[in-house]
Structure formats: structure tokens, C-alpha cells
């Protein structure tokens, strides 16, 4: 489903050039599910927005059900970014003035749907990740852990075939990280959706059905 190969990323500062990602090789398959680990700096989270087409590489091709997704246009690409692939971020980005079931409902609105076509798929999934009773609470009304259900429901709504997490767990404690693990490896398993996570968590990672380590750009 997913294929990159010799993937390089380069940044400049000022006049130097700094080479995070050095000749990146990736395959995962529908259902899959796979970690990706190593320290600050490797460039997981760099990789991650590559193969979520948020910015592309200086290098290297990605393929997504072997379209190479960097030769398309700005249209096409919208279109894989908002039904195809999921995105979660370690810090949700949940919009405060919204409630639960319409910060989910964003994507299915971009996409077309009607108000209420959008809101009752919003509480579908809302509620598949128990928070049928939550709908209609604002951000600042939930919890951290419930925060970052709603923004799983919103990478979910429009059924991606994957989801990427950045770091999912990393802003919560201890119980409420494993209740997030325990929802997104349920939900890889019932809809056999592929899980692409980047984690410093290698609990969170032993229990991915793969694990690499980035150090230095590459892969070990």
C-alpha cells in the first residue's frame, strides 16, 4: 500500500546544509502496523509528514497504492491527504470554540458532505471510541486523553486506509497513553487499518507488529 524509496531530506541554515534523512527505503502493507522509533532530532517526525504528503523530500520517490504521490497536483494530493491517510499529532489541534462532534466533522465537510451528513458520521466514530456521551462538549471540557480520542475520530472519519500517530501518547500520563495504544491497535486490527507510529515510547512501539530505529537519517 505504502512504498518509499531513498528518501533524503535536507534543511538549510543560513548557509550550512543539514542532512536529516539519508537515503530512507520503507514498505508497509494494508493492516500492518509498525514503529518507528529513535532520539530527538532523528527525523521520525520529519519521515512521517514525507509519507503524510505534508512536505515532500529533496530526494526520493513515495508511493501510495503505486501512484508516486509527489508527482501529482496540489487537487490530488488534497484528496489523499483528507480520504486516504490519517494524521494524529502528539498535541491534537482540536479547534477550542468547536465541540467534540464538530471538530470531527472537519474533514467530511472539506470532502463535500452536507452539515448533517457530516455530523452523523462524526458521531458514529465518536462514539465507536467511546464518546457517545461527549458530543457535544467543548475542547476545554474534556480530558487530555478524551482530547485526543476526538482527534483519532477526526484522522478516522473519512475511513483512511492509514494512519500515521506522531508521538500519540506523548503528552498524556501513563494510564491515559495506554488507553490511546490500546484504542489505536484495536482499531488496526477491526478495520485492518495500517498504523504508522513515531514514538520515544518503547512499550508503545513493542506492541506494533514492526519496529525500526532512525539514527542518523537511516535506518538501523
Known sequence: MLRIENIHKDFENNTQI????????????PGESLAITGPSGAGKSTLLNIIGTLEPP?????????????????????KIRNREIGFVFQFHHLLPEFDAEENTMIPALISGYSKGESAEMASAILSQIGLKDRLNHRVGELSGGEQQRVAIARALIMEPQLLLADEPTGNLDKATGD?????????????????????????LARQM???????DG???
Open 218 to 220: 537511516r535506518f538501523i
Open 209 to 215: 507488529s514492526k519496529q525500526l530505529r532512525l539514527i
Open 18 to 29: 543539514i542532512q536529516v534523512l539519508k537515503g530512507i527505503d520503507l514498505q508497509v502493507l
Open 179 to 203: 488507553e490511546i495504544t490500546k484504542l489505536l491497535l484495536s482499531l488496526n486490527k477491526s478495520r485492518g487499518l495500517a498504523l504508522v507510529i513515531a514514538t520515544h515510547n518503547l512499550e
Open 58 to 78: 529533496s530526494q526520493g520517490k513515495v508511493f501510495f497504492n503505486d501512484c508516486n504521490v509527489y508527482q501529482m497536483d496540489e487537487m490530488e494530493l488534497n
